[in-house]
Nanobody, 127 residues
Framework: QVQLVESGGGLVQAGGSLRLSCAAS????????MGWFRQAPGKEREFVAA????????YYADSLKGRFTISRDNAKNTLYLQMNSLKPEDTAVYYC????????????????????WGQGTQVTVSS
């Protein structure tokens, strides 16, 4: 089992920044892909960014490139999401997710590919 705990959400004004953290514990050695998804009220869960540990390769939703950055700290077993120039439409619950192995890029961006999830952290951007 893998446990994921997010933190760092909150209320921020448009144009501001937040950094989300996801602390992983448990059987993390088998997880090759970790990512961030978000879900706004009444909408489907949406891919934000992911990182494949084995290749140190990063993937981003096209609409978020340049504003969001995913990174990791191996020593702390922690995943981060730096969010800059935040907009009201970024308001959502942000979830950290992990998967043992994902081969295709299409699968990486699909929330159904991930077997482990955190509880989510609320991000609210005011205009």
């Amino acid at each position: 089992q893998v446990q994921l705990v997010e933190s760092g959400g909150g209320l921020v004004q448009a144009g501001g920044s937040l950094r989300l953290s996801c602390a992983a514990s448990g059987r993390t050695f088998g997880t090759d892909v970790m990512g961030w998804f978000r879900q706004a009220p009444g909408k489907e869960r949406e891919f934000v960014a992911a990182i494949r540990w084995s290749e140190d390769r990063r993937y981003y939703a096209d609409s978020l490139k340049g504003r969001f950055t995913i990174s990791r700290d191996n020593a702390k077993n922690t995943l981060y999401l730096q969010m800059n120039s935040l907009k009201p439409e970024d308001t959502a619950v942000y979830y950290c997710a992990a998967a043992n192995s994902i081969i295709t890029i299409a699968a990486i961006t699909n929330y159904r590919s991930y077997g482990y999830w955190g509880q989510g952290t609320q991000v609210t951007v005011s205009s």
